[in-house]
């Protein structure tokens, strides 16, 4: 596998152009996240699961400062008063609202403070040597969580109620046919990476796995055949659910998937964004928690696959039984691979991006939706916490579930092969999808 930088072997400049790209898109998102809504509603918190925006926005200049102005920088504090304000392990979010938060005014003069110190920082670094600085490693990581909060201010403007405020062009329609099936082989390929320069401490390291051969869909579930399971009873029949996920079907009332509405016709809407939408039956369903990923492997006979599974499936190509950045090869995403850098806000239809393909033929592993995979979040062998154990040592071992893939809300700079996302499997209100597997019947091996 090839990594796209490293500064050396790169010319040095070049890497900080492209960190200050990454850093000033994060940042261009951000705002434009935050500036769409008056002070009242970035105040407000329009869902007990999310913090009011305003919290985000001044969260995103604290670690900044913490990591890039004080840790690399070696400077003074820019406001050492609101370091435990802003700390995510110390409040909880249905709790901030509550907090003597800076308003929107304050918190963007923050990070704009914060910011400008960064640029300078940037500059008199060598970018070389300390881990955590070498090949820009620091500065990564903060762009990453940047575009992470964007992710989660997404979702916040999704369950906000009012009046739309965003806008972007409509998602590709289908483009090529895509339906069946793929058939992974056997064997072993390697696993996460060791070399990425900005992967994150749980993308390693780099270790050989062996897969089992197995049967992956060639596109994700779409709405149309996710509304033939709810047709055909499938909230409502107990032995398509684990115990616990008809528990929390029960407790939660969970009838479709959130944000779907059914008019006295028959025909299911969907919100998004403040916009009521007829469902586009060959989108990627959107919105359901694993246990309702479950539930549909089952009525569908098949299973959800493994975060090993899924990752051979998006990095193993078979003709040179090598192991690529992502299921199009090495190249970065772009407009013609991907739906990703929240650039539609919605997801493509299946088929709207042949060239993002895996050499195996499946499609739209990478953007759109993320996928939720049947594994629990635990550490590969040989883990080390790096450069702090809160960013995932401490969420190992938990109820959490493995996403995969990223979605249309994810940028590229925290989307690759072997990027991995979790979440608890109640979750509903981020941008996720699933894929189903199945193991191969004898014949088939």
Sequence with gaps: MTTHFSAPTDDVERLRDRIASALARARARTLGLTDALDESELVAQHSRLMSPLVWDLAHIGNQEELWLVRDVGGREPVRADIDELYDAFKHARANRPGLPLLDPAQARDYVGTVRDKVWDVLDRNTLRGDPLVRDGFAFGMIAQHEQQHDETMLATHQLRAGEAVLSAPPAPTTLTPVDGEIIVPAGEFVMGTSTHPWALDNERPAHPVHVDAFALDAAPITNAQYAAFVDDGGYDRAELWSDRGWAHRREAGLVAPQFWERDPSGQWWRRVFGVMTPLRPRQPVVHVCWYEAEAYARWAGKRLPTEAEWEKAARFDPATESTREYPWGDAEPDADTANLGQRHLEPAEVGAYPKGASPAGAH??????????????????????????????????????????????????????????????????????????????????
């Design 364 to 445: 739209q592993l990478i953007g759109d939706v993320w996928e939720w995979t049947a594994s629990g979040f635990e550490p590969y062998p040989g883990f080390r916490a790096f450069p702090y154990a809160e960013y995932s040592d401490v969420f190992f071992g938990g109820d959490y579930r493995v996403l995969r893939g990223g979605s249309f809300g994810t940028d590229p700079v925290a989307c690759r092969g072997t990027f991995r996302n979790w979440d608890h499997p109640i979750r509903r209100q981020i941008f996720a999808g699933f894929r189903l597997a199945r193991d191969l019947r004898p014949e088939e091996r």
